[in-house]
């Protein structure tokens, strides 16, 4: 099988936060680019030049009409020399892995292999799905993997929100069913990415997205731990971590918060659990920092119960405002957001909740929308830091409220009574 010559005509399916700014990298890079998504909203708004994602402005896609077409329909798919999936992979009820979406992506998308097309997967998913799972269903197309077909495992490594490292500039890795499948995802990825690793398998792909994950899964999980012990010994966690933070080598800096959030930290580590204890091992670590973790935002609706506690308020019926919603800083992510859950345990105690976030209007679940922060302050008895979104006058928040508890470490170098920090 001849690799068609660049630039290549390239498909993505699913265009959230991985799949679209890898379908603008493939766009301005020259190549004809079919965005498929099954979300009509979606396709609504990439048609009228609409970004739906923080980092990507309305002017890119303007730019790149003429290159990305929007679709729907799988059938778009037959005419491209590569595909690459980008679909969910969320857990399921009992946090095991739900693989229906990518499970659906790949049935509808043998229903239109082409002979010589390359498919990659990018959804983070545990060792052994390219192969086991997604081999079978494409190759119900009628067609051979490694000879009339290429597959291979590349994980998406984008961090949202982040401009110091783009799709560019982060190196990219690859590992293909057979060597002639690598060769030909190396090839692609070479057209957006500087640097491209080729590994001997999917397997070690797969496995090496999930070990950057746990990596740091289990470092936020000790430095949140490290933060309630302080607490217990009246040390200041943030002193302790910028003191450590001195040590130009064998240190690396993880910071406490309100909790682990997003669609990656707090679920690609059971995508492991789940494998490993197919295989009758349980690993320990994953399980722990999952525990600590999701402990964290009720060790924060703890301290704000004793921070009104110090002014002789009860929970019930106070005024909190939440500033922040989103996972992390600068973007609308809810998934999986701590705010969600100190705002549910706030709630159910009674708290006359509010919140502010300029990039999460509304939290339907809740009942709550963002309010202006003006207002929000206003009467307010105490104001929670979740996410420290840029563009907001921390200084004068705690200025005006009565009392103000930072989850974040945003406020540090500002000393006020009415001020406590994690
Ligand atoms: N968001 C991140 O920061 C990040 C970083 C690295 C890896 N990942 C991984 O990348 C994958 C995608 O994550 P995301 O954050 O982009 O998710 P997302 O929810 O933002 O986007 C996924 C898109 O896929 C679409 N979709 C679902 N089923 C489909 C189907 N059968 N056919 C076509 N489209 C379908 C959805 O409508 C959605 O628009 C996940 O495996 C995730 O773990 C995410």
């Known amino acids: 099988m001849q690799p068609p010559p660049s630039p290549t005509r390239v498909g993505i399916v699913g265009l959230g936060y991985v799949g679209l700014p890898l379908a603008i990298a493939f766009a301005e890079t020259g190549h004809d680019v079919v965005g498929l998504d099954l979300d009509p909203r979606k396709i609504e708004a990439l048609n009228e030049g609409r970004s739906y994602v923080e980092d990507i402005g309305n002017e890119t896609l303007e730019i790149l009409r003429d290159r990305l077409r929007p679709t729907g329909d799988y059938a778009d798919l037959a005419a491209c020399d590569a595909v690459i999936i980008c679909v969910p992979t969320p857990l399921g009820s009992s946090r095991e892995p739900d693989l229906t979406y990518l499970l659906d992506a790949g049935d509808a998308l043998s229903a239109v292999l082409q002979a010589g097309q390359l498919v990659v997967l990018e959804s983070t998913t545990y060792p052994g799905t390219t192969r086991e799972r997604l081999v079978p269903i494409l190759e119900r197309s009628g067609r051979t993997v490694g000879s009339d077909f ?11 929100g982040r401009t110091d490292y783009t799709v560019r500039t982060t190196p990219k890795l690859v590992g293909g069913i057979t060597e002639g499948c690598a060769e030909r995802a190396r090839a692609l990825y070479a057209e957006i990415c500087d640097e491209v690793v080729v590994l001997s398998t999917p397997e070690t792909a797969e496995l090496a997205k999930l070990l950057e994950n746990i990596f740091r899964s289990v470092n936020i999980a000790l430095v949140n731990e490290l933060a309630q012990l302080c607490d217990r010994l009246q040390i200041n966690v943030w002193e302790v971590i910028d003191a450590a933070s001195t040590k130009p080598f064998g240190f690396m800096r993880f910071d406490p918060g309100p909790g682990m959030g997003g669609h990656c930290l707090p679920v690609d580590p059971f995508y492991l659990a789940f494998k490993a204890r197919e295989h009758d091992f349980y ?10 973790n999701q402990a964290q935002p009720a060790f924060c609706v703890e301290r704000i119960e004793r921070a009104l506690n110090d002014a002789r308020k009860p929970v019930k019926g106070s005024k909190i405002l939440v500033l922040g919603a989103s996972y992390k800083a600068g973007i609308g992510d809810i998934r999986e957001s701590p705010a969600l859950k100190i705002l549910q345990l706030l709630q159910v105690l009674g708290a006359d909740l509010s919140y502010h ?5 509304a939290l339907a679940d809740l009942g709550l929308d963002s309010v202006d922060l003006e207002d929000g302050l206003a009467e307010v008895d105490l104001v929670a830091i979740v996410t420290a979104h840029p563009g907001i006058d921390y200084e004068a928040v705690v200025a005006d409220a009565p009392q103000t508890i930072d989850f974040r470490g945003i406020t540090r170098g500002l000393e006020a009574e009415n001020l406590t920090r994690l």
């Open 150 to 160: 290429h597959l291979a495992f590349s994980p998406e490594r984008i961090d949202p």
């Open 283 to 292: 690993p320990e670590f994953i399980e722990l920092a999952g525990k600590v």
């Open 357 to 361: 976030d300029p990039f999460v209007p």
